[in-house]
């Protein structure tokens, strides 16, 4: 049975430096960043794979439309943009190029925490106000904590790596695996993170199970006051209870990567509140989605999307 030469779209906007890889494999694409979706939903049934970044949502009408549909890739780690059960209905395989950001991840992660710890966001910006105060700015030692990290696929490993090198104490915990932990963390129950970590690290995947899951109820069932990072989804974290956490003392400070809502012009009331006193907060650190949007992880991402679509060709869909 000969192979099948797929064509396929790439609908949002890559680095450049996807295209001679796709090339150089043999691969035919059409490169449309700019598509809007009405032409992605009349266009689609014209080829055999598409690929996104994050601004392509691949829901149920896009699906019924791509009669010839054979893959998705995701030039990134989230799935939670593409309806996973339809497209398993449909035998389109879907995969996810998560390996090619996971150390700009880790590292994103660890730079925020010890910023935290250290008041270095703070203390700079006191400095250049011409505020000299050593006391207030005092901070804590990373080697001296215990990090529960929730999820453990590419980012939580290469996060508890680099956190290991700083003397903490690693637990982790993934519901979905099991003899996972290795020489960076301990296996552990959510019940012992909850007990014993002072900081909560999220690297879990956006799902109906997980969505809004750091809520009231869940900050109060962890014992001690903590940090929480936030690097995956903004809507796994509840910002309404993160700020009530806050003021009661319960969330000791915050680093957060994403939000709830992300289109900060098109805030709700209550988001709009709960914004506000998060960017007013010396205990939080805000930055703009870009944990895993590196210069090196750019590049990576592509390597890992074009391997994975020559080990897929040959095997799956010839």
């Known amino acids: 049975m000969s192979q099948i030469q797929p064509i396929i779209l790439i609908a949002d906007e890559m680095h450049p430096s996807l295209f001679p890889m796709l ?8 490169y449309e960043p700019k598509i809007s979706r009405s032409a992605l939903i009349e266009q689609i049934a014209d080829y055999e794979g598409l690929v996104i970044r994050s601004k392509t949502p691949v829901d149920a009408e ?8 054979l893959f ?3 030039a990134g780690a989230g799935l939670d943009l593409i309806d996973l059960e339809l497209a398993r209905q449909r035998n389109i395989h879907v995969f996810h190029a998560g390996e090619g950001n996971r150390d700009a991840v880790a590292e994103h992660t660890v730079g925020m925490l010890l910023g935290l710890l ?23 030692e990373l080697g001296s904590l215990t990090v529960g990290i929730v999820g ?3 980012n939580g490993r290469a996060t508890a790596r680099r956190l290991s090198g700083f003397g903490c104490r690693v637990l982790c915990y993934d519901k ?19 007990e014993e970590a002072d900081v909560l690290s999220l690297h879990v995947p956006l799902t109906d199970e997980t969505r809004m899951m750091i809520g009231d109820a869940f900050i109060e ?9 936030n690097i995956a989804r903004g809507e796994i974290v509840s910002l309404p209870a993160l700020v009530r ?3 009661s003392g319960k969330v000791r400070g915050a680093c957060l990567d994403v939000l709830e809502n992300e289109k900060l012009a098109k805030l709700t009331p209550d988001q709009q509140t709960a914004f506000d006193y998060l960017r007013n907060s010396d205990r939080v650190l805000l930055t703009p989605h870009v944990a895993g949007w590196t210069h090196e992880s750019y590049v990576r991402i592509n390597e890992v999307l074009v391997t994975q679509l020559k080990a897929l060709l040959p095997t799956n869909l010839t």
């Open 62 to 69: 896009i699906l019924e439309a791509a009669q010839r549909l």
């Open 118 to 140: 250290a008041n270095i966001a703070k203390g700079d910006r006191e400095v250049r106000r011409g505020v000299w105060d050593r006391e207030g700015n005092r901070g804590y």
């Open 152 to 154: 453990f696929g590419n």
């Open 176 to 194: 979905y695996l099991t003899q996972y932990a290795g020489a960076y963390a301990q296996e552990a129950e959510m019940e012992q993170i909850l």
């Open 245 to 247: 956490g806050l003021e």
């Open 221 to 229: 069932r962890v014992e001690k006051p903590f940090f929480l990072i």
């Open 72 to 74: 998705i890739g995701r």
């Open 23 to 30: 090339e150089q494999a043999g691969f035919a694409f059409r």
